[in-house]
């Protein structure tokens, strides 16, 4: 971990009070050493991930990490709380936090730095050794692991030596359990997992041998050790990859956070279902099964919305750079040629180097073809996320099929759902042996792509045309109330979980009216982007006019909302609400309503999917947009100060009671 983490990174006297500070605190540090870019980007990926799961852990630990593409080198920065900091952990707050950037898509490098640090927190001594310390270069260096490893060895030799002599001792083999750990980043808590799993085991005098299933791909347990153990802990928040090779096994399934915080308890589970003889229920069809994104521990025994949400969302998001690639070129090709450049001669047959039309046509064309593949992968990945790759390729011929038969954004749900059924089905079938190895490249594939194909051309693709057509009609057909109540509920949605799933269901509702323009359809896709900016730009506009009701790292978070709001990037305004959701999310909602509503009743378009303020000249009635956005910026912002006025008011209120009342009251209220 050499050159992840210097003095200049390390903070022995942290003064945050919250988790927000905590990390702008460090990751100031970082953009002063030059491996951040873009402080509030970087923050704003910081709190995204945070608001997935929190990453607190037990005995005074937070270890905030993400992925970012402000990241200019994996970078670690290290901050020591005297008061501690609260990052969710059952036990308390932290005093050991841990910030951790890596560039977008370094996902050895992320893997690297987080699993060895992972690892060596479970060390009592490490983490000792980090409250001690008070100098930073030589924290910096420990954290390096630099420090003599002779330190450690004998304790991990006199435990193998244990181990060894009582099994000796009482003529029998340890008992031996594998494992395998993940979590939805694949990294953090995978690690911590597996090594809190290893050292209960060294602890207990079992052998225990784990497998991590990070997001860059996993190394897999050695059969004979699979075969050779007692029993299997799945320790996962994912689906676990290849279950079968565990059939027959006694198997404790539980969440990742389970083998961090009682692994003694989960070995001794293991132990009790050995001796009755509990045997897992996976079958061979699950060879091929196990790296969609799951939605909590064992997504194969979550609820059936839960899994379908998880499923559909795996879809939109391996679309939306499709849409956002696609969209900002055709609506940047309408800047520069008008809307009427979307009939132009294609480029490939005429094209003159000086004409800005020419131009125009050419990104509007890549731009097309971009879009034209929405449908297709959103089924895709739709299937891929409910049976893995096999599913991918019935998934794709699904959603092709629902363009042919002009079914459009509709028949890609249906198409992804109806592939990844199918796979899942077939893999449930037991196959033999020697068929196993082609299954999941021939078999499968050709299977599902010739049902999908013969369900979405005979069976249901004509009826969710013309559904898809009598929603198109619904869609152009809208005035007055009714317009006006969609832009209502859209609204709504847009602004309750602020990137989340509903968030996503309204955009990709919006964006898939785009592969097929109407002016209903471009209505929708207005009042979807107006409402997302409305809640960090009225969070913005709150912290500006009432400061003393905001935090200063608050007052600084507003800063960056101006900017995420204006460009249609909602997540600004995760902070505040996580810090303050009953107070928050109620108002911004109430605002983005007003902005829905309002953009739908003034009749406003839009042809792009992305941009905010910065594709206005793409907008019908721009003038008349920008009130709307204006109107429910001020409603949210009116709420919020109103709300948060009336929480500090209270406990004046009661001081003053106190201080005006009875000796005995105010003895009462100084205690």
Known sequence: MSELITAELVDLDLSATTKDAAARSLAERMVAAHRVTDLDGFLADVAAREAQMPTGLDDGIGIPHCRSEHVNAPTLAFGRSAAGIDFGAADGPADLIFLIAAPAGADDDHLTILSGLARRLMDPEFTAALRAGTDPAAVAALIRGEEPAEEHAPEEERAEDTESETAEATGSAPFRIVAVTSCPTGIAHTYMAAESLAAAGRAEGVEVTVETQGSAGFKKLDAGVIAAADAVIWAHDVEVREKARFRGKPLVDVGVKAGINRPAELIAEARRKAERGEVAAVSEADDDRGSGDGDGSGADHAHFGVRLRTYLMSGVSYMVPFVAAGGLLIA???????????????????????????????????????????????????????????????????????????????????????????????????????????????????????????????????????????????????????????????????????????????????????????????????????????????????????????????????????????????????????????????????????????????????????????????????????????????????????????RRAAPDAAGEAGATGSDDSRVTVAA
């Not at 269901?505 to 109407?518: K, N, Q």
């Not at 790292?553 to 009953?582: K, Y």
């Not at 108002?587 to 309503?593: C, F, L």
Request: with cysteine; charged share 10%; hydrophobic share 60%.
């Open 332 to 646: 940047l090709s309408f800047a520069i040629g008008g809307y009427e450049i979307a009939s132009a001669k294609s480029v490939a047959d005429h094209f003159v180097w000086g004409e800005a039309d020419s131009w125009a046509a050419l990104l509007n064309q890549i731009g097309s073809a971009a879009f034209a593949f929405l449908v297709p992968v959103l089924a895709g990945y739709i299937a891929y996320g409910m049976a893995d790759r096999p599913a991918l390729v019935p998934g794709f011929v699904g959603g092709s099929i629902a363009l042919t038969v002009n079914a459009g954004f509709l028949g890609g749900l249906v198409a992804g759902l109806l592939a990844g059924a199918v796979v899942m089905a077939i893999q449930r079938v037991p196959v033999h042996a020697t068929l196993r190895g082609i299954m999941p490249v021939l078999v499968i594939p050709l299977i599902a792509s010739a049902v999908v194909g013969f369900l979405m051309f005979i069976v249901v693709g004509k009826p969710i045309a013309s559904l898809q057509n009598a929603l198109t009609d619904w869609l152009n057909g809208l005035s007055g109330s009714n317009a006006v109540i969609l832009g209502v509920v859209l609204g709504l949605m847009m602004c309750f979980d602020m990137g989340g799933p509903l968030n996503k269901v309204a955009y990709a509702f919006a964006v898939g009216g785009l592969a097929d323009p109407t002016d209903g359809s471009l209505k929708v896709m207005a009042a979807v982007m107006a409402a997302g900016m409305v809640p960090p730009l009225a969070m913005a506009l709150a912290t500006t006019v009432r400061k003393k009701l905001f935090t200063k790292t608050e007052r600084e978070n507003g800063r960056a909302a101006w900017v995420l709001g204006a460009s249609f990037i909602t997540e600004g305004a995760i902070p505040f609400a996580a810090a303050d959701p009953l107070r928050v999310i109620p108002s911004v909602m109430a605002g983005g309503a007003v902005t829905g509503a309002l953009s739908m009743a003034f009749g406003a378009t839009l042809r792009a999917p992305h941009g905010g303020v910065f594709v206005v000249p793409l907008i019908g009635e721009p003038f008349l947009y920008l009130l709307a956005i204006a109107a429910g910026t001020l409603v949210a912002t009116a709420l919020v100060v109103l709300l948060k006025g009336a």
